[in-house]
């Protein structure tokens, strides 16, 4: 987990939200849903648990004191960091080697368009 975030994001002067829509782990459960624990279950890799191994990783958390946007519903996020863009050159073929290194290509559930 600490690897797939570190590979799809970048240090910037942007944040990322520790939960909720577009966080580092609604894009892991979304490539890796049998990784990621759902509800109730026990097996898996819960949102705390990521965001706990993300801090220890080095990841600098931050609250949020003004009104939540829109994509997020998170009050905390990670500083610091930015997904990367697939509309950008750089990011793109950045996106395109961790989709390879992390063997999505087997995955119908995270093809190469959705992963971007």
Excluded at 61 to 71: A, D, I, K, P, Y
């Amino acid at each position: 987990s600490v690897y797939f975030t570190t590979a799809l994001s970048c240090t910037d002067e942007s944040t990322i939200g520790r939960s909720g829509r577009h966080s580092a782990f609604d894009l892991f459960a979304f490539c890796f849903p049998e990784a990621a624990r759902q509800s109730k279950s026990k097996q898996g890799i819960s949102n705390c648990e990521m965001n706990k191994a993300l801090e220890l990783a080095g990841f600098e958390r931050f609250r949020v004191r003004c009104s939540l946007t829109e994509e997020t519903n998170a009050s905390y996020r990670w500083a610091q960091r930015r997904w990367l863009n697939p509309d950008d050159e750089e990011d793109s073929a950045a996106l395109d080697i961790v989709w390879a290194s992390l063997s999505l290509k087997s995955r119908p559930s995270c093809c190469l368009q959705e992963f971007r």
